[in-house]
Every structure is written in C-alpha cells, then in structure tokens.
C-alpha cells in the first residue's frame, strides 16, 4: 500500500511544516556573510547604517590615486638644528676659566721662582642646568644658560668676573646634552636616548646610533613624535625616497614598529586567510587571485566587496552627497564591484589593496537554494524510509 502526499502530511505534519519553512525561507540558512542584497539593503538605512556604499569605478580610482599616505616631509618639514645647539635643563655642563697672571681668584700664587709663574687656570666641577635654567660660577653668582650656545654663556660670565679676576678667558664645554637628544625605542637593537650632533642628524643617523632595527624592512614602520603631532612611515619609503629622512629635532621620540603587511579574505573565495602583501602595491584582482579565486560553485560575481576605513578627505570625496558624514577621522567606507562584465575586471587592475582590507566575496543566490533542497532531502530521507516500511508492513 502506497501512502500518498495528503497521507504523508497528516501522519508527519511537524517535517511537512519544517521542510516548507527551509523553503521559504532561505535567509535562515548557514551562510558565510551577508549576500549583495543583504548589503545593499542595509546600506540604504541612512540612519544606523555605519558605513557608506560605494561602487567601484573608474572614477572612484581616480579619487584614491589621490590617497596619500603619512609623510614626515609633508608633516614637519624638513627641519634642520642650527650649527650650535642650544643648552637646556638637564644638560652637563663643564668649565675652566684662565686669567692673565698668577695670583687672581682663579689662578694659583705667584711663586718666587723667576721661572714659574704658578697655575694660571682652574677647572669647575661638572654641573646640572637646574629647572631654573641656570648654573653657579664662584664669585659670579647663578648664570642664566638656557637657550644660549657655549660661546654665549663664555661671554656671559666673563661680564659676570670682570674687575673681580684678572683679564678673565672662559671655556664652556656640554658633556652630556640631555636637551638636545632624541629618544629612539620599540624594534631597535639599543632603545637609548641618543645625543644629537652639532652637524644637525637625521632620522635614519640617530636609529642606526641605537644599533639599528630588529625587523624586516617590509615590515617595519616608524613612528615619529614632535610635540602633539604624529606620523608613521614605512621605512621602505624612507629608504626610497630620501626627502623623507628628515633632520631630528629635539625632544623628538622615534619609534619603531612591527606591522605585518596583510588583508583578509574570506567568503567564496578559494582561500579564507590573512594574506601577506608582499609588493609594494597590490590590486583588486591579484588579491583576489592571491586569495584563490572566485569559486564556481558558491560565489556571486556581483557581489566582490571591500571593507575599509577611509581617511575622511577620501570618505567625503566618495560619499553621495546626499548624505552626511560624521566627521571621523577614518569613514568604513564598503566598495562594491560586479566583475561578470569585463569592464568590472579592468576596474579591478587599478583599484588598490591596502594593508588591514578586508576581502569579502558573497555567496550566489542558488547557493542557497541549493542548501534549502539538500536539507530538505536529508530531512525527507528518513521520513521517505519509515513510510516505505510503513507500506511494507500494512496487508
């Protein structure tokens, strides 16, 4: 005896109800991201959307040929120190004074031998530039030094001894300059305070005087700090391009910094996996050719998009004009392209990957179709078993 469709429903009503449900409602289904759809929809809600929906065009190429990338040249300036730095708190100082003749303040008494005169000179011990930015000299009293070069604070306290020594000369010498240093830290071999020099030093001079950087240069970046500003650099274009070897200042602080060079890719794709960039720059279609491909099986065509976070100049460049921006320093920005027509792949040749992009490639909609029927087959199996044996067993 046969059971008929009716029959089946009445004594299985739950799998019936069930099955029909997985028909109708595909968007239930295990999935590895949202589909175009899906995405297109989200980003028409204006308001709780949180990020911009951009396609892919020849034009918008043209406006992130424009995205450029920090500069310390563009940032600082190519700042040079004067030939003498100046002297600051903190800074060691040494000085010797010499007079005329013997028997001064300074210099030793005349002796009775005619042909010795005595010591003519004496030394101070090394001092501290104190907060108050000055130093003490016996009989002179406290000489303001900040913001002054050897030769002026000589001066200085040569004023300070006239009419008290005897024709005095002075010699300031900066043991240690404190004031005048560059603190270098992070991926170096020796994280030091590095001394600048009078000649007036470079970026690349005071990291190679810490014993030069521990990483790879593909993937190492320097950050540097003046002041409230900052700017982080690869340090293969440093390399490349001398401008960007900029004169160190004081009080700069130069930090080296491991950062893997990668993007993501996942969904239908032939490789789901954080991928190194190992060019100096990488297009749409050899990431997507890094990452495996489209499947053939799973992926959309029209639905290859790219997550990124955009500096705000870009984003507003980008941005339909009829919606407003929030004025944050990075905009998620999501970049849609359809490579089923050739003109999408030759979009793709010149729009650029960067490090930290994520990859997505949604899955086609008869994949979920496909799934509905392959569930609803292994659902029906066993149901289709019992009433075979159901069948079997009734006279």
């Given amino acids: 005896m046969q059971i008929g469709f009716r029959a089946f429903c009445a004594r299985f009503p739950l799998i019936f109800l069930f099955s029909l449900g997985v028909l109708t409602g595909c968007s239930s289904l295990p999935s590895a991201g949202p589909s175009v759809d899906d995405i297109v929809r989200q980003s028409a809600l204006i308001s709780g959307a949180g990020f911009e929906l951009i396609s892919i065009t020849p034009n918008v190429n043209s406006v992130l040929a424009k995205r450029k990338a920090d500069s310390f040249i563009n940032s600082f300036g190519d700042y040079r120190l004067s030939i003498d730095p100046l002297i600051g708190i903190g800074d060691t100082i040494s000085i010797t004074i010499w007079e005329a003749s013997a028997g001064g303040l300074f210099s030793g ?12 000179s004496a030394t ?32 200085s306290i040569e004023r300070a001894l006239e009419g008290k020594a005897i024709q005095p000369q002075v010699l300031v010498t900066v043991v240690r300059s404190v004031s005048n240093s560059v603190t270098v830290s992070g991926e170096v071999a020796n994280g030091a305070r590095v001394p600048l020099s009078t000649k007036g030093d470079r970026l690349l001079d005071v990291i190679a005087a810490a014993g030069g950087v521990r990483t790879p240069v593909r993937e190492t970046f320097i950050q540097l700090t003046r002041g409230e500003r900052t700017a982080r650099v690869a340090m293969s274009r440093i390399v490349q391009d001398p401008r960007e070897n900029v004169f160190m200042r004081p009080d700069d602080v130069v930090t080296i910094i491991r950062q893997a060079q990668t993007f993501v890719a996942f969904g239908a794709t032939g490789r789901n996996a954080e991928i190194p960039i190992e060019a100096e720059t990488v297009s749409l279609s050899q990431a997507l050719a890094k990452a495996g491909g489209l499947l053939d099986s799973r992926a959309d065509p029209a639905g290859v998009f790219v997550l990124r976070h955009e500096p705000y100049e870009i984003a507003r460049q980008l941005a339909d004009s009829g919606r407003s921006l929030t004025a944050r320093e990075r905009e998620p920005i999501v970049y849609h392209l359809n490579v089923r027509s050739v003109d999408g792949m030759f979009v793709a040749q010149n729009f650029p990957i960067f490090a930290g992009d994520v990859l997505y490639v949604s899955n086609s909609p008869s994949t979920d179709v496909e799934k509905a029927f392959q569930l609803l087959g292994q659902l029906l199996g066993p149901a289709s078993a019992s009433a075979t044996l159901y069948r079997v067993a009734t006279p």
């Fill in 124 to 155: 101070i011990p090394e001092q501290v530039v104190g907060r108050d930015g000055a130093i003490t000299v016996p009989y002179a009293g406290r000489i303001r030094v900040i913001g002054q070069n050897s030769n002026g604070v000589q001066h």
């Fill in 109 to 120: 008494p005349l002796l009775t031998d005619r042909f010795s005169t005595g010591s003519k």
